[in-house]
């Protein structure tokens, strides 16, 4: 541990992201060592579409399957509580060097394992919108992706220009659907680094999968050839808090997102 470190942990003791305990002056964890724990737990939850762990699953919703051979994702996104949303709603506020080395190595922990050094990829991500930008001073995307680019030794490339005003959060899955494909363009010039490229694309999290959508579909008529998401978490809109085995009654997820093998479906009701 460098020195500068230590002194910075000293003037500013370190605490965990998620449930602010205090950590010892020498850590480098963004997590205490019980929230580590849950983390590992959220991690290891089956995912309710496929039955796989969340590392392991491949679900992704269907509009976005036209576009892309692969999803990846670290874990599961509550809208209420979990260490994942704790991380998630962090990086979005804050670029602290723990939290993105932690968020960064599960990333590339996950790339390794499901498509080895990922050698010929290039990485790209989902732009944060101008306006929330200059709220928090953070593009928590563009920060991954430059970091886990720079793990990976693949090239890094801001592809997409987001223009858009009205706020996703707000709208439902159809008006954030034609919204995002409204908000988003490729940056001038990428058309040649597009043609022919794969891409690893990365959002934070993907809900109903609409921006990652407006963006692949860019990505396709440009002529891309592979296009694999990757997200740090994803989540299943209208789930009660917490329980990734128990669906919401208001919206179906198996609607939304879509098995990648037929076979290995499982209706999470049991029916
Ligand atoms: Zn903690
Ligand atoms: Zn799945």
């Known amino acids: ?148 680019a720079s793990e990976l030794h693949l090239p890094l490339r801001k592809l997409f220009v987001h223009s858009g005003t009205a706020v996703q959060k707000k709208l439902s899955a159809e008006e954030r659907y034609k919204n995002a494909l409204n908000s988003y363009s490729l940056a001038k010039g990428t058309e040649s680094i597009i043609n022919g490229g794969n891409f690893i694309l990365y959002d934070d999290v993907v809900t109903t999968g609409s921006t990652l959508t407006a963006c692949a579909s860019l990505l396709r008529r440009a002529g891309a050839g592979r296009i694999v998401i990757l997200t740090f978490a994803k989540t299943y809109p209208g789930y009660a808090s917490g329980q990734s085995t128990t669906p919401g009654r208001k919206r179906d997820p198996a609607r939304l997102f879509k098995a990648k093998k037929k076979e290995s479906y499982r209706d999470p009701r049991g029916r």
């Open 1 to 148: 541990m460098f020195a500068f470190d230590i002194l910075l942990n000293l003037i500013f003791p370190p605490s965990c992201i998620s449930c602010d305990a205090p950590l010892d002056v020498l850590s480098r964890n963004a997590l205490c060592g019980s929230c580590s724990e849950k983390f590992l737990n959220e991690k290891e939850r089956k995912c309710p579409l496929c039955g796989k762990t969340h590392s392991e699953c491949s679900c992704m919703p269907a509009r976005l399957k036209k576009y892309c051979s692969d999803a990846m994702h670290v874990s599961e996104y509550s809208e209420t509580d979990g260490v994942t949303r704790s991380l998630v709603l962090s990086a979005k506020d804050r670029n602290l060097k723990y939290l993105y080395d932690f968020i960064v190595n599960e990333l590339a922990y996950l790339v390794r394992s499901r498509i080895g050094n990922a050698e010929g990829y290039i990485v790209s991500y989902v732009p944060r919108s101008k306006r929330k930008k200059a709220g928090t001073g953070v593009d928590q995307s563009a920060l991954a992706a430059r970091r886990l």
